[in-house]
T-cell receptor
Framework: DTGVSQNPRHKITKRGQNVTFRCDPISEHNRLYWYRQTLGQGPEFLTYFQNEAQLEKSRLLSDRFSAERPKGSFSTLEIQRTEQGDSAMYLC???????????FGSGTRLTVV | GENVEQHPSTLSVQEGDSAVIKCTYSDSASNYFPWYKQELGKRPQLIIDIRSNVGEKKDQRIAVTLNKTAKHFSLHITETQPEDSAVYFCAASIPGFGNEKLTFGTGTRLTIIP
């Protein structure tokens, strides 16, 4: 598989529960990004990694959100104590160098009920 | 931070006609401007991009123009086809270590009328 893979594709959770999403980037890409997209809006930046180092976090990423990329390969995004406002599509992207040549995954659609 | 505005939010054109989508950005330091196409339920896909040292770039039926002085850039699709129907997003990036992200516009829903 030469694309960016995200799991699960869909997640329905009750408010207050914790959820974790996984992203497997294109293998040779050293940069990995997380974005959030709500209906009718463009993707909004959450955070990005170069190898295993998390280099930037958006103010959108509250203390309930945490992202890791422990070995510089796959990444996980965890949301603790989910709220209804967290319902969105969570997109992962990877690139070889800087922002150019982003490849997005198909996303994980989170619904908090 | 960077702010990107995109117009129109919806656009309908007859098949075979041209479509133009416009974006403006706020930070003059931005130097990379990609366009993404997102079909319903699918991932955004890069269709064309331009860097600030270039004024225009073309790839078959699509072209992007950039006016750095006015801080705006546009996507042009000629000879539109039904498969061009999708949501299109523009984006801008400011270079620099620790600031590597894209700021997206709010999208344009393009509908091609057969």
């Amino acid at each position: 598989d030469t694309g960016v893979s995200q799991n699960p594709r869909h997640k329905i959770t009750k408010r207050g529960q914790n959820v974790t999403f996984r992203c497997d980037p294109i293998s040779e890409h050293n940069r990995l990004y997380w974005y959030r997209q709500t209906l009718g809006q463009g993707p909004e930046f959450l955070t990005y990694f170069q190898n295993e180092a998390q280099l930037e976090k958006s103010r959108l990423l509250s203390d309930r959100f945490s992202a890791e990329r422990p070995k510089g390969s796959f990444s996980t995004l965890e949301i603790q104590r989910t709220e209804q406002g967290d319902s969105a599509m969570y997109l992962c992207a990877s690139s070889l160098a800087r922002v150019e040549g982003y490849t997005f995954g198909s996303g994980t659609r989170l619904t908090v009920v | 931070g960077e702010n990107v505005e995109q117009h129109p939010s919806t656009l309908s054109v007859q098949e075979g006609d041209s479509a133009v989508i416009k974006c403006t950005y706020s930070d003059s330091a931005s130097n990379y401007f990609p366009w993404y196409k997102q079909e319903l339920g699918k991932r955004p896909q890069l269709i064309i991009d331009i860097r600030s040292n270039v004024g225009e770039k073309k790839d078959q039926r699509i072209a992007v123009t950039l006016n750095k002085t006015a801080k705006h850039f546009s996507l042009h699709i000629t000879e539109t086809q039904p498969e061009d129907s999708a949501v299109y997003f523009c984006a801008a990036s400011i270079p620099g270590f620790g600031n590597e992200k894209l700021t997206f516009g709010t999208g344009t829903r393009l509908t091609i009328i057969p």
